[in-house]
């Protein structure tokens, strides 16, 4: 199955994901999305890895690109992304220049899909972004669009998509038998 | 009336052609004789919306808005103005609309129906 989780900054979305991740299967592949160039991003990542200490994850880095996910195969188990909004950035804002958001978009979409060719179950962490007055900025405005756009695609394309707010999950497409 | 609402690139223009409405049905203008207004937030910018605005915006079918309230305080003093008028604008549509839509990931999630 596809699951794609979103919600605000710090809602709650990682340790949800986790856990609808853990009820899917026992081989459970994290690929990490974090770029670890500064101490906020490595104490996030220290966080992050705490979070889901003792859940069997094995990782794969993925800062800029699914394909490393996706080299070896068939994994079968589950994926969980985290997350599209992280992956987007690194994509569009590489160290050397700048990406065209079109190119970024058709890429790490086509990316997303070759996700479900490695793996049995795939859940994916989003971020609401988009609902706030700042996206005047051109590198904002295109981010907002890359990651607003995967989201839709990747919507259409999940079984249960989840929003959740003050760790609380709501259900917005599918069914969760559990929630 | 329905009164459409979401983030950028949240789905909303495309889910209101799912609804039957083609792209030459919609327009960000008031005068324009279309049944969908467009980012009504762009058209509060210059100022509120005057008893005459009022009586064309609820003459539409669907009214599609940007959500604009859930990021930081903006730091100039205009944007929060406009913010708040975005804000109250959409309270007060919403008491008068049949149906309010709020588009996450292109998914219809009704806030009234």
Redesign the interface.
């Known amino acids: 199955m596809i699951a794609l989780v979103t919600g605000g900054a710090s809602s709650g979305k990682s340790a949800f994901a986790e856990k609808l991740a853990c009820s899917l299967a026992d081989t459970r592949t994290y690929l990490a999305t974090m770029r670890d160039d500064c101490d906020e991003a490595r104490s996030r990542i220290v966080r992050h890895q705490r979070l889901r200490q003792g859940l069997g994850f094995g990782t794969v880095e993925c800062p800029d690109s699914l394909r490393p996910a996706c080299a070896k195969g068939w994994h079968g188990g589950v994926a969980l992304l985290e997350d599209l909004g992280n992956l987007c950035s690194n994509a569009l804002f590489p160290p050397c220049g700048r990406a065209s958001a079109d190119d970024v978009l058709a890429r790490l979409d086509a990316e997303l899909s070759m996700l479900q060719t490695a793996f049995e179950h795939v859940v994916v962490v989003t971020v609401e972004a988009g609902c706030a007055a700042d996206g005047t900025h051109a590198s904002t405005a295109d981010w907002l669009r890359v990651v607003g756009a995967l989201g839709c695609a990747l919507a259409e394309r999940s079984d249960v998509v989840v929003e959740v707010a003050c760790g609380i999950p709501c259900v917005i497409k599918g069914r969760l038998s559990w929630t | 009336m329905m009164l459409v609402t ?6 909303k223009r ?1 889910y209101v052609r799912a609804l039957g409405y083609a792209n030459e049905q919609m327009d960000g203008c008031l005068d324009a004789p279309c049944p969908v207004l467009l980012d009504l937030d762009e058209l509060l910018r210059a100022g509120d919306l005057d008893e005459r605005d009022w009586e064309r915006l609820l003459c539409k079918e669907v009214v599609v808005c ?7 305080v ?1 730091m100039d003093a205009a ?1 929060r103005a ?2 708040e008028r ?1 804000g109250a604008t959409c309270a007060r549509l919403a008491r008068e609309a049949s149906e309010v839509v709020r588009v ?4 219809p ?1 009704f806030l009234k129906r």
């Open positions: 979401g983030g950028i690139a949240s789905g495309t940007h959500e604009v309230g859930m990021g930081v903006p944007d406009w913010r975005v996450v990931c292109g998914i999630v």
